[in-house]
């Protein structure tokens, strides 16, 4: 996809940020990865657009639970912008450090995000499925 954009519109890719989105994205993921075909069981797992959100929701839902432990499903939604991920990157790493510190999360969850929520004026989606 980097090649693709760097050979049809540099300087435009480049201008709007898309290129070094890619390439920064080149460097932390190995290659393109597919929720759908990860097998690991998580506590948390967290979505930047709500039809991802959907998608995750909707996956889990369909496997067969076999542990029944729960996973919270969040989504704060992140306008496909370098600022708003850059936004959204210090919000969510905030989320996570509050949750990291909670004594009991399932408990606590709910009234975290909603102080999350009007801190920074952005609506959450949440789920608990099962595996």
């Not at 980097?2 to 300087?11: A, C, H, Q």
């Not at 069981?41 to 076999?66: A, G, M």
């Not at 905030?94 to 969850?109: G, V």
Request: proline share 2%.
């Amino acid at each position: 996809m980097y090649n693709d954009l760097l050979r049809k519109d540099k300087e435009l890719y480049t201008q709007n940020g898309i290129l070094h989105m890619l390439d920064r994205n080149k460097r932390i993921k190995p290659r393109p990865e597919r929720f759908q075909n990860c097998r690991d069981l998580f506590d948390l797992i967290l979505t930047c657009e709500e039809r991802v959100y959907d998608q995750v929701v909707e996956d889990l839902n369909s496997r067969e639970q076999e542990t029944c432990q729960p996973v919270h499903v969040i989504n704060v939604d992140i306008q496909d912008n370098h600022e708003e991920a850059t936004l959204g990157a210090f919000l969510i790493c905030e989320l996570c450090q509050c949750i990291q510190h909670t004594e009991d999360m399932e408990n606590e969850i709910d009234e975290l995000l909603q102080e999350f929520e009007e801190k920074s004026g952005r609506a959450f989606l949440h789920t608990v499925c099962f595996y």
